[in-house]
């Protein structure tokens, strides 16, 4: 900058110098010129002076400003070699630095500058560059982790679906698993090494009064005490599990006593649980078991009554023909009598007169009355024992009402009961099975009667009936036996013809009557037998529907609707 500073007060002096020295000329131009213009005794005007003066002025004035030109001219070559430097440092490649070189000590600070800041560019250039090449390691090392990290997360969208559809599937086998054993109408219970419970289906919990999954952790001894009685169990769980079985168990811990039958067998040791127990209700069995011994010695004793029946019979005969004789040998007819008579000495007459009087006569009568009303007994009881279910034949339907109703009047007490069929229909024929249809109309029958007996109406001038009666249908006969009794309650009619099922005490009723009676006439004859509340407002009504067959010849009845 000094340098600088001296240039240019060297131009100054050297125009200082050419200012005085073109002043000086001038001066002495014009001092010349009026030396000759007065040598010459020329007049010089002042105008003239004045112009020339100018003109001299002018000239020097020229020739400084050229001067300086030059002089500004020689200053700028140092100027545009710096620019020609510039514009070709900045058309090179990025890649290399920028130097500029420079002779000219006036412009040599500027040079460093610009050498200064092209450094410093070209650093910033090359920290861009690697600034813009990490930017695009970390685009291709991004771009390479997101294809990495799409192939991952499809490979897991891919297993989470496989999983998903895993789960789907142990969730359906487990709901499927869980609603078979649910459904099962036993108790199960999967015990660990201690007896408790680790699993059991909503039968266990209904029988034990308590929701299934809330028995989890409870020992099952506590629970059900019986068990502690057989010993099916293993004592600790050093004790080995094994396959045992009990029969018969009578169980009260449950909400209803029950007969069953318990099962233990051990699982595998992978397993969570150590054994089973599976408890079955066998009550009905146990009952069946012991309604079937019954039914044997019914059978037995039904057979001992069918041979004593044949052997009360022949004395019964022996009565009535002795009886028969008797009268024959009072009689005033016979000669035999009048001889034997006349031998001893008595009138037959006499003997007439005193048997009379003493109402010996009545007697006789009511010993064959009874005798025969005994015989009619015995008839119907030999043929209501036989075993006749496969031999089905005709009969009227007048002989089937009049059969039942005396084995029925045998049976037990009836009340009052009115019989209705009309002489057409009970001249109607049906092909069954006599005994057993006189099985169910006497079962309905005596149904009747006992819900009579137990019976207390309010009404004033009730007191009980039934009717029997047999109404013609379009396809069949139906014996209809109704009472004016309590009835059925609703929630009971569902389950009246279900075995076993009973509103009687223990010891009154089996619950098979009804059950029985519904098996014989649907089964054995195709038939229908329906219950319906009587038509009066209160008591019962029994249809029993045998339909035509083509054995059983139809008369022209008029069916009722």
Same mark, same amino acid.
């Given at each position: ?307 004593? !029946?044949?052997? +009360?019979? =022949?004395? $019964? ?6 009886? %028969? &004789?008797? *009268? ?46 005994? !015989?009619?007994? +015995?008839? =119907?009881? $030999? ?6 279910? %496969? &031999?089905? *034949? ?168």
């Amino acid at each position: 900058m000094l340098i600088r500073h001296k240039a240019m007060l060297a131009i100054i002096v050297i125009c200082s110098l050419m200012i005085i020295t073109l002043t000086s000329i001038s001066v002495f131009a014009i001092e010349y010129a009026r030396q000759i213009y007065l040598q010459n005794n020329i007049s010089l005007k002042t105008s003239e002076f004045i112009i020339f003066a100018v003109f001299l002025v002018l000239i020097a004035t020229s020739g400084l400003f050229g001067l300086y030109a030059l002089l500004r001219k020689w200053q700028l070559i140092s100027f545009h070699s710096l620019q020609q430097d510039i514009l070709a440092a900045i058309d090179q490649p990025s890649d290399k630095p920028v130097v500029i070189q420079t002779n000219d000590p006036d412009i040599q600070p500027l040079v460093q500058t610009l050498n200064d800041l092209f450094w410093v560019k070209d650093q910033r250039s090359q920290h861009l560059l690697i600034a813009h090449q990490k930017a695009d390691m970390a685009r291709i090392r991004a771009t390479r982790l997101a294809n990495e990290t799409r192939a991952i997360n499809e490979a897991l969208a891919n297993e989470i679906s496989i999983r998903q559809d895993v789960e789907n599937q142990l969730q359906d086998t487990k709901n499927l698993l869980d609603g078979i054993l649910n459904a099962m109408p036993t108790a199960l219970f999967a015990l660990d090494s201690r007896n408790h419970i680790v699993q059991c289906n909503r039968q266990a919990g209904e029988w034990l009064n308590r929701d299934h999954t809330q028995l989890k952790g409870l020992p099952l001894l506590e629970l059900i005490p019986e068990l502690t009685k057989v010993a099916l169990l293993p004592k600790t769980p050093a004790h080995p599990a094994l396959l045992q079985k009990a029969e018969r168990l009578a169980i009260s811990s449950f909400t209803q006593s029950m007969i069953t039958h318990v099962l233990v067998y051990p699982l595998s040791e992978q397993q969570q649980a150590r054994i089973v127990v599976r408890i079955d209700d066998v009550s009905h069995r146990h009952k069946m078991e012991e309604i079937m011994v019954q039914t044997e010695k019914m059978m037995t004793v039904g057979g001992l009554a069918a041979g004593m !029946a044949h052997e +009360i019979n =022949n004395p $019964l005969g022996a009565i009535l023909q002795n009886l %028969q &004789n008797i *009268r024959r040998r009072t009689q005033q007819s016979l000669d035999a009598n009048v001889e034997v008579a006349d031998s001893i000495g008595i009138e037959l007459d006499d003997v007439q007169k005193y048997l009379e009087q003493r109402a010996v006569f009545t007697f006789y009568d009511h010993i064959q009355e009874a005798g025969e009303r005994a !015989a009619g007994i +015995i008839k =119907n009881m $030999l043929q209501f024992a036989r075993n006749d279910q %496969q &031999n089905k *034949r005709i009969i009227a339907v007048g002989e089937l009402m009049d059969s039942t109703l005396a084995i029925a009047s045998n049976d037990f007490s009836l009340t009052d009961i009115t019989v209705l069929a009309s002489d057409d229909l009970r001249q109607q024929t049906l092909e069954c099975v006599p005994s057993e249809i006189q099985q169910v109309l006497v079962n309905l029958l005596r149904n009747a009667q006992q819900a009579l007996d137990a019976f207390e109406s309010a009404e004033v001038d009730w007191h009980p009936a039934i009717i029997f009666k047999a109404v013609a249908q379009k396809s069949g006969i139906s014996f209809v036996i109704e009472d004016n009794g309590p009835g059925i309650e609703h929630n009971h009619i569902k389950h009246i013809f279900e075995p076993f099922f009973t509103t009687k005490e223990v010891s009154q009723g089996t619950g098979l009557g009804l059950s029985v009676s519904y098996f014989i006439i649907t089964s054995h004859h195709n038939g229908k037998l329906t219950y319906a509340p009587n038509s009066r407002g209160h008591g019962a009504r029994f249809d029993v529907f045998l339909p035509f067959t083509s054995a059983a010849p139809e008369h022209p009845i008029t069916p009722v609707e």
